[in-house]
């Protein structure tokens, strides 16, 4: 067996301690200086047409290439009352829309319903036209150069009150829903945090050591968003990525400290000085914030195996902020530990503090009790009961709900839903890329022209149909309505018959022409494929690295199984949950939100990536407590009675404060965020209760000694052990008497030794 390494995490922790104050000054220095340096350059965010896969970005990418950049956009005119197309009234507003528009700077390709060649710009009924135009310029003007469209439309409502005129398209939605979205994200991150300081309150019953976590967790995603700022002009990233380090560093920021903390006043508790008390902590709780943290990392790394750029910005963000936040605890809270001293007790909640002396882990301790007594019932009950909630997973639906997830009460919605009543399919056609050498080649016009029409037959659309073709005429786009909300079996149907019938009998039979579809249903088909191609790459590196890693931390092949096993449990689980209340409909009125017939076609290996690595963190620090003691000579059952308890009241807070930050994107308008916020909260309350609760101590005692099983050809592995806290009671005489010091006084801060 090789000798035991040196701890790094205590090492670290006493040089921060001695050094404090040299450490908070370049901590915060260096924090600020990266945060600063980040918003001075901006973050560098990737094209639309970056996020994409397959076919349809191929699409994408050659219509981007051929036309100048631009937006397409729709007014809708539409009769109220008996008024109908060709009534004076209707053609007067028509005509209006059509001269203000023309007004505007920047609004080009303006297509009028009262052109003989446009019959399908109004609607079968008779009520409701369009008219659609362009808005010059890349994605990062439209918001701006919208603006003047929109109030012309607005004054040609005025001006016209018999009928109704909307305006909706590419600029004018997303300017609408980045506005919204922005709405939300400030929302909760304004009450994400006073409600984590409130839960902090109550853990600890201390305003000073309630504040540790808090700045340490706002400082490391400082820190993160400022790194992820300057990487991004290496590697631009997606919009949402700097909501998602938000999310994920202020929850393992906030844990890593908690778990420090708790662990430094547990040791003055229980009798040592400060000094001990801090370098206990720095070996025991230091040293598995290290071992978590990696594997944080490990998870977020898989989603660079995903095949999909947004994934990768996601995955280079998550790393970043989750370094940073591990480096903090190892260094800077040692150091404001050390400078604290037991000044961390200052600020006392009087009715908190002394509801804290009462013991909070009685409760867990009640219940471990009676786990152990019968862990056989114990697993195979706690075991079936996410088998239960896991097995509606089976038959979830993955789509990219495009604006069929956007909140309904945003006017720009209403317009939407108007303009799919009219037209079918047209806010959200099949986009087809002809590519030749010359498209406008009388040959080939006619056959674009004929696709036209059998494309239109194939799928049982009548309209509108739209051919533009580029200024240097080597591309022609063809719209093509589609049948469904963009996302449901019809509209993957009619993709499916375009793609492998209509193409290849038109277009496909013309030597020299390429014909690729895009558009929001392509778009939607061709992530998930994707996604299914590359789902074994990501369980594969993350399933496996994971093992290894936990396989050297706690030199046994069975613990980084059982992990690997219980954690697969918690995310199918969360699945489960996911599907009946977004798939199904279940929690509809609760919650708000109207279905769309499935789950965000990302969130599974999102959720699966971050729910691995959270989860990762409670089994790390309770299985290092639990092997902690077991090298002091104690059996297993009652090293895992000892541990659970000892760590049960810090567990639980860091859960607590995980839901309520989750639960808070659940209370937000998109159901998107609705379907995030919500699958996390369920996945880390079942993950601290059911598994870490019930099932791991059931698997543990069951298995007992086997737990730490390493054949012999592994035993070259190399040991790290934490230094063995003189605080620890000697090892119980038999397994029925009671730990000692067992019942854990969570939170309660005491001025020094007893």
């Given at each position: 067996m090789s000798s035991p390494r040196r701890n790094l995490a205590a090492i670290v922790g006493r040089w921060s301690a001695r050094h404090r104050r040299r450490v908070l000054v370049g901590w915060l220095a260096v924090a600020f200086a990266i945060f600063a340096a980040g918003g001075v350059v901006g973050q560098a965010q990737m094209e639309r047409v970056d996020a994409g896969n397959g076919e349809s970005q191929r699409a994408d990418r050659a219509i981007q290439r051929a036309f100048p950049d631009k937006a397409g956009e729709n007014v809708l005119v539409q009769g109220i009352g008996g008024i109908r197309a060709g009534d004076a009234a209707y053609t007067r507003a028509v005509a209006d829309v059509e001269s203000r528009l023309s007004r505007v700077a920047h609004v080009i390709d303006i297509r009028s319903p009262l052109e003989g060649g446009n019959r399908g710009q109004v609607s079968p009924d008779g009520r409701?036209?369009?008219?659609?135009?362009?808005?010059?310029?890349?994605?990062?003007?439209?918001?701006?150069?919208?603006?003047?469209?929109?109030?012309?439309?607005?004054?040609?409502?005025?001006?016209?009150?018999?009928?109704?005129?909307?305006?909706?398209?590419?600029?004018?939605?997303?300017?609408?829903?980045?506005?919204?979205?922005?709405?939300?994200?400030?929302?909760?991150?304004?009450?994400?945090?006073?409600?984590?300081?409130?839960?902090?309150?109550?853990?600890?019953?201390?305003?000073?050591?309630?504040?540790?976590?808090?700045?340490?967790?706002l400082s490391a995603v400082a820190a993160g968003l400022g790194l992820l700022a300057l990487v991004s002009h290496t590697i631009p990233v997606d919009a949402s990525a700097s909501s998602v380090v938000l999310l994920i560093g202020?929850?393992?920021?906030?844990?890593?400290?908690?778990?420090?903390?708790?662990?430094?006043?547990?040791?003055?508790?229980?009798?040592?000085?400060?000094?001990?008390?801090?370098?206990?902590?720095?070996?025991?709780?230091?040293?598995?914030?290290?071992?978590?943290?990696?594997?944080?990392?490990?998870?977020?790394?898989?989603?660079?195996?995903?095949?999909?750029?947004?994934?990768?910005?996601?995955?280079?963000?998550?790393?970043?902020?989750?370094?940073?936040?591990?480096?903090?605890?190892?260094?800077?809270?040692?150091?404001?530990?050390?400078?604290?001293?037991?000044?961390?007790?200052?600020?006392?909640?009087?009715?908190?503090?002394?509801?804290?002396?009462?013991?909070?882990?009685?409760?867990?301790?009640?219940?471990?009790?009676?786990?152990?007594?019968?862990?056989a019932v114990s697993l195979a009950v706690g075991a079936a009961l996410l088998l239960a909630l896991a097995l509606p997973a089976i038959g979830m639906h993955t789509v990219t709900p495009g604006f069929s997830a956007m909140p309904r009460e945003l006017p720009i919605m209403q317009t939407y839903?108007?303009?799919?009543?009219?037209?079918?399919?047209?806010?959200?056609?099949?986009?087809?890329?002809?590519?030749?050498?010359?498209?406008?080649?009388?040959?080939?016009?006619?056959?674009?022209?004929r696709f036209t029409r059998e494309a239109l037959a194939d799928v049982g659309m009548r309209g509108p149909a739209f051919t533009t073709v580029s200024p240097d005429r080597r591309v022609a786009v063809v719209s093509v309505p589609l049948p469904g909300d963009g996302t449901d079996q019809r509209s993957e149907a009619?993709?499916?018959?375009?793609?492998?019938?209509?193409?290849?009998?038109?277009?496909?039979?013309?030597?020299?022409?390429?014909?690729?579809?895009?558009?929001?249903?392509?778009?939607?088909?061709?992530?998930?494929?994707?996604?299914?191609?590359?789902?074994?790459?990501?369980?594969?590196?993350?399933?496996?690295?994971?093992?290894?890693?936990?396989?050297?931390?706690?030199?046994?092949?069975?613990?980084p199984l059982v992990a690997i096993m219980l954690n697969l449990l918690s995310v199918a689980a969360a699945y489960g949950a996911l599907k009946l209340i977004f798939q199904d409909g279940h929690g509809e009125r609760v919650l708000g939100f109207q279905s769309i017939g499935g789950v965000v076609s990302w969130l599974p290996l999102f959720l699966f990536v971050i729910l691995f690595g959270l989860s990762m963190d409670y089994h790390v620090f309770i299985v290092s407590r639990i092997r902690e003691v077991y090298d002091r000579g104690w059996s297993t059952p009652d090293a895992v009675t000892h541990a659970i308890r000892s760590t049960a009241g810090v567990v639980t807070s860091a859960a607590v404060v995980m839901v309520a930050v989750f639960s808070i994107f659940a209370t937000l308008s998109s159901v998107i965020f609705k379907q995030v916020g919500v699958a996390l909260a369920i996945a880390v309350l079942l993950d601290a209760t059911i598994v870490r609760a019930v099932l791991l101590p059931s698997v543990m005692k069951l298995l007992g000694d086997r737990n730490w099983y390493l054949p012999r050809w592994l035993e070259w592995v190399p040991q790290v052990r934490p230094e063995q806290p003189p605080s620890l009671p000697p090892a119980p005489a038999t397994p029925d008497v009671d730990v000692p010091g067992g019942d854990d006084r969570t939170g309660e801060l005491v001025g020094g030794p007893r």
């Open positions: 409701s036209a369009l008219v659609t135009f362009s808005i010059q310029g890349g994605e990062k003007v439209w918001p701006d150069r919208v603006v003047a469209a929109l109030k012309a439309t607005s004054a040609a409502q005025r001006a016209n009150p018999a009928v109704r005129i909307e305006q909706f398209g590419e600029a004018s939605a997303n300017r609408a829903i980045d506005r919204a979205f922005g709405d939300d994200f400030r929302k909760a991150e304004v009450t994400s945090l006073p409600v984590t300081l409130v839960i902090l309150l109550i853990a600890f019953g201390s305003v000073v050591a309630a504040g540790v976590p808090m700045l340490l967790g202020l929850a393992v920021g906030v844990d890593y400290s908690m778990f420090y903390l708790r662990r430094k006043l547990e040791e003055r508790e229980a009798g040592s000085d400060g000094r001990a008390a801090l370098r206990i902590a720095a070996a025991t709780s230091g040293r598995a914030v290290l071992v978590s943290g990696l594997t944080v990392m490990i998870a977020m790394a898989g989603m660079l195996f995903a095949g999909n750029p947004v994934f990768t910005s996601f995955s280079i963000g998550t790393m970043l902020v989750v370094a940073v936040a591990v480096l903090g605890s190892v260094t800077v809270l040692p150091a404001v530990l050390a400078a604290l001293g037991d000044r961390v007790g200052w600020g006392r909640v009087p009715v908190i503090a002394r509801r804290r002396r009462s013991g909070e882990s009685r409760t867990w301790g009640w219940i471990l009790d009676r786990v152990l007594r019968r862990p839903d108007r303009l799919q009543k009219a037209f079918p399919g047209g806010p959200d056609p099949a986009v087809v890329a002809v590519q030749a050498r010359d498209v406008t080649a009388p040959v080939l016009t006619q056959e674009i022209e009619a993709l499916t018959t375009l793609r492998e019938r209509t193409i290849p009998r038109t277009l496909g039979a013309v030597t020299g022409v390429r014909a690729e579809v895009s558009g929001m249903t392509a778009q939607s088909k061709d992530f998930n494929d994707t996604m299914k191609r590359h789902l074994p790459y990501v369980f594969a590196f993350v399933l496996g690295l994971a093992f290894l890693l936990l396989m050297v931390t706690f030199r046994s092949i069975v613990v």
